[in-house]
């Protein structure tokens, strides 16, 4: 045996033969006959961050929901420590500290992040909650991790950002003794500073021996914090690599099972020959943007770039008519209208696909033909009666046009990917063939296989003629896609860059600029 204590501890990776803290073993899971698991087998080490990546539908958060007891393997089985487990449901995951951080967190609305962090577990005084330790908890709690800029212990979960909740959600998981953790794309939602901070986060636990799987769509993630990544394809573990020993294209091969040379389709419009202003805004101001000018042509691509709080969304639910506008014009292929309501801007042709597409653009609950039919009903219907067959065929139609995969048009849209989601709020508005589409973050949460296939579909909106404004925090993807961008900061437009012109360095350096510098902006 070797003397240097050093020379027998386990790599950062961890030790090859070490007994795993979790190990999926032939893990197989079927729904209504569609195979979402096929025999996957998983090692989850302690002191490690295993990075889980796949297409949205390959059977990823099937997978975590195995391990957090939400769902029963159909066959095959867990070992948590070398020992068979099985949880009858993720009480029992958490009992034996197993806990998936799911994308969208469930916040208690009414209480304050401090009851929610410790939800099941506050400090009483007989019967009486102590709000004085639980506050002095939640602060020690927060000065612990990092969280003490980002979250007030005292704000009420209904106020919270996406952000927000997913850092109480993470909070919440660390209030008792955790072997395994497991992030289902936490960044979607967090800032660059708040990504760090959850960076360190991680790195923290991992030091302390946590096992820990990391599921993210965005590569340079999976680069800076993970150690081992594995890769699912269709239901099946298709390979695992050491991040110090693979590379971007080759983890995009292994998840899609092809080459993604041409990722950016975009034919960009032709500069000689002005097609008509779609869209223009001239002095708008609201309570959160001022002195907005800018205009959209037809067959044009127009990216909205800035850092997270620069005004980029508030904009586009303004031009979507829901929010108040207290000055300035809008005006719609040459006709000026007033936004005093969403259905105002529907009448006038601009079709608006939000960030939050869960929450603002989707209904759950509902099918596919509901969904894609929802902005055409007036359309399809007579005396208050919808032509169903039509319907239909239109939803059926818009399936095949942009690949949805689904087994039916009557799937419930809440059990589609993330990818497929997108989709179905893209082919409402192809339905409904708006004059002007804005597109709030329309590939967040989604793979890079989905990702291209959206890339497509907006460029072949713009050769067809519509206007789009699309908003983008991935600066690769505003590049790629946009004829102009337009760089906004508190609020403003700081500056213009035709493709051409357009840089990562240059959209950062508008982005930033200083406060008292020009700050109005025309396109």
């Known amino acids: 045996m070797p003397d240097d204590p050093a020379a027998t501890a386990p790599t950062r990776a961890g030790a090859l033969d070490e007994v795993p803290r979790l190990r999926a073993e032939q893990i197989s899971k079927s729904f209504s006959g569609v195979q979402a698991l096929s025999q996957v087998s998983l090692d989850i080490r302690a002191g490690e961050v295993l990075a889980l990546l796949g297409e949205n ?18 066959s095959g089985s867990l070992l948590l420590d070398g020992t068979a487990v099985r949880f009858g449901s993720p009480v029992e995951a958490r009992r034996a500290g197993v806990r998936v951080i799911q994308q969208e967190p469930e916040i208690v609305q009414h209480v304050s992040v401090a009851e929610n962090i410790y939800l099941g577990a506050l400090p009483r005084r007989g019967r009486i909650l102590d709000r004085r330790a639980l506050f002095a908890r939640v602060r020690a709690d927060l000065q612990r991790y990092g969280f003490t800029a980002v979250l007030d212990p005292a704000e009420m979960g209904s106020q919270l950002s996406p952000a927000q909740r997913q850092l109480v959600e993470v909070l919440r998981a660390l209030t008792s003794r955790v072997k395994v953790i497991a992030f289902d ?9 708040e990504v760090e901070a959850l960076f360190g986060l991680i790195r923290r636990l991992r030091g302390e021996g946590v096992a820990i799987v990391y599921v993210s769509h965005r590569m340079p993630e999976i680069f800076t914090i993970a150690d081992r990544v594995a890769v699912l394809r269709d239901g099946r573990n298709v390979g695992e690599r050491r991040v110090s020993e693979t590379e971007n294209d ?15 389709v975009r034919t960009p419009a032709n500069p000689g020959s002005p097609a008509q202003v779609v869209l223009e805004l001239s002095g708008l101001d609201t309570d ?6 800018l205009q959209v042509r037809a067959g044009e691509v127009v990216g909205l770039g800035g850092l997270v709080g620069a005004g980029r969304s508030e904009l586009a639910h303004a031009i979507a008519g829901g929010v108040p506008i207290h000055s300035g014009s809008v005006t719609v292929s040459g006709r000026p209208i007033r936004l005093r309501a969403p259905a105002d801007a529907l009448r006038a042709g601009i079709g608006f696909a939000p960030e939050d597409r869960k929450v603002q653009a989707l209904l759950l609950h509902r099918t596919i033909r509901d969904n894609i039919s929802l902005a055409i009903l007036s359309r399809l219907s007579r005396m208050r009666i919808v032509r169903r067959k039509e ?20 799937q419930v849209v809440g059990n589609l990917s993330g990818g497929n989601q997108q989709k179905v709020v893209l082919a409402r508005w192809l339905a409904h063939r708006p004059k002007v589409l804005i597109l709030d973050e329309p590939t967040r949460g989604v793979d890079v296989g989905a990702k291209a296939e959206i890339y497509s579909i907006i460029n072949n909106l713009a050769e067809d003629g519509m206007a789009l404004l699309v908003i983008s925090s991935e600066l690769p993807e ?16 700081t500056g213009e860059l035709p493709r051409d012109e357009a840089s990562e ?8 600029a200083d406060e008292q510098s020009p700050t109005g902006g025309t396109a």
Do not use: W, Y
């Open 57 to 74: 539908g390959a059977g990823k958060s099937t997978l975590l929901r195995v391990l957090s007891g939400d769902h029963h393997p159909d």
């Open 478 to 493: 505003l590049l790629g896609l946009s004829d102009r961008i337009l760089v906004m900061q508190r609020g403003r437009i």
């Open 185 to 193: 794309e936490p960044t979607s939602s967090l800032s660059d500073h």
């Open 250 to 264: 080759e983890l995009v091969r292994m998840m899609v099972g092809r080459d993604l040379t041409d990722m950016f």
């Open 391 to 410: 319907e239909r065929d239109i939803a059926k139609r818009f399936v095949r046009q942009l690949s949805i995969r689904t087994p039916t048009i009557e």
């Open 505 to 512: 360095e240059r959209v950062l350096a508008l982005a930033m």
């Open 288 to 293: 959160d943007v001022h002195d907005i000018s």
